[in-house]
């Protein structure tokens, strides 16, 4: 059974540094999306990832990915504070389930 | 075009009443899900549904039935409310792949 574990739990900034995320999963998956969910709201999705790249970019938003390691990770350049949010990993076990790793409360202090 | 729609906003019950948590969805998606979202635990999938008149269960089904009767909705029954069922639930649709739709979530209380 897939998992997906995810640290840090939460994670402080200062506006402009850098955010970077963590997450490690067992088994091999088709899609490692991100998802950032502000308060009250639903998650929704961020950025993902196919396991035969090693890096993506969008805007400030960049996902490595260690295929060996069975880790990739989020980093967050320049981060604001409307960034302030918590971000969940996920791995896609095809078109049906999603497995999501514990979440990390993001906040960006100016 | 509203998307994934949930109702109930918040909804307090009592230990071993009953309820149904709506979901629907307007864009034609196959796919659906219901999670729930507890404090430092992430998302847990409840129940998933590939197509109408097809459900299965997630990693975590004890204490909710499903039903998926048409494309658009696809309700949660809690038959016998418990305390370990205070959570935020959430409702999820996709088309293919990894992108799912969220809806905004429904707040249970059971006191």
């Known amino acids: 059974q897939q998992q997906v574990k995810q640290s840090p739990q939460s994670l402080i900034v200062q506006k402009g540094g850098i955010s970077i995320i963590n997450c490690a999963y067992e088994?091999?998956?088709?899609?490692f999306p991100w998802y950032q969910q502000f308060p009250g709201k639903g998650p929704a999705l961020l950025i993902a990832i196919r396991p035969d790249v090693s890096e993506k970019k969008e805007g400030r938003f960049t996902i490595s990915f260690n295929k060996s390691a069975k880790q990739f990770s989020l980093h967050i350049m320049d981060s604001q504070p409307g960034d302030s949010a918590t971000y969940f990993c996920?791995?896609?076990?095809?078109?049906?389930?999603?497995?999501f790793g514990t979440g990390t409360r993001l906040q960006v202090f100016p | 075009n509203a998307g994934v729609t949930q109702t109930p906003k918040f909804r307090i019950l009592k230990i071993g009443q009953s309820m149904t948590l709506q979901c629907a969805q307007d864009?034609?998606?196959?796919?659906m899900y219901w999670y729930r979202q507890d404090p430092g635990m992430g998302l847990k999938l409840i129940y998933y549904s590939v197509g109408a008149g097809i459900t299965d269960k997630g990693e975590v089904p004890n204490g909710y039935n499903v039903s998926r009767s048409t494309t658009e909705d696809f309700p949660l029954r809690l038959e016998l409310a418990a305390p370990s069922q205070t959570s935020v639930y959430f409702c999820a649709s996709s088309g293919t792949g990894y992108e799912q739709y969220f809806g905004p979530g429904t707040r249970l209380t059971v006191t």
């Open positions: 864009m034609n998606h196959n796919y």
């Open positions: 088994n091999t998956a088709f899609d």
């Open positions: 996920a791995a896609s076990q095809g078109t049906d389930k999603l497995i």
